[in-house]
């Protein structure tokens, strides 16, 4: 079955465009995040039409800046898959156990670090 796209009253399939924004300037600026790596991991891995390596132009995706990644899609894409993706690239790199992904707006994605509340100070009166 084919996808279906939004179109216009003539017919016509209307152009569907999106910009997505994965910010990792935080752990990018301490050294623990490669942001050359994230963005061929995404050139790798992302799927249109179920096949890998099928990007064309439909899907281009840039670094910008200082650890921002911008994914621009001329097709029906999902943001939740940007985020699913950039917690597969977490998890491979071990770094899921320190990194986050949070949706600050539409479309924008924000690499956080966990905050670490200490404790200590409080077993050490007992």
Same mark, same amino acid.
């Given at each position: ?42 050139? &790798?891995?992302?799927? *249109? ?7 064309? $132009? ?7 800046? #200082? !650890? ?28 899921? &156990?320190?990194?986050? *992904? ?7 994605? $924000? ?7 200490? #404790? !200590? ?6």
């Amino acid at each position: 079955m084919a996808p279906v796209t939004a179109t216009k009253k003539g017919g016509k399939p209307e152009k569907v465009t999106q910009k997505f924004v994965i910010n990792a300037s935080q752990p990018a600026s301490d050294k623990i995040f490669d942001v050359s790596a994230f963005e061929k991991f995404l050139h &790798d891995k992302i799927k *249109v039409d179920g096949r890998v390596g099928n990007l064309g $132009e439909t899907i281009q995706i840039s670094q910008e800046g #200082d !650890g921002k990644i911008v994914v621009i899609s001329h097709i029906p894409f999902s943001g939740r898959y940007l985020k699913y993706l950039t917690k597969k690239f977490l998890k491979k790199n071990l770094l899921r &156990d320190w990194l986050r *992904v949070v949706s600050t707006s539409k479309g924008v994605y $924000e690499l956080r670090f966990f905050n670490v509340v200490n #404790d !200590g100070d409080e077993e050490d009166d007992e």
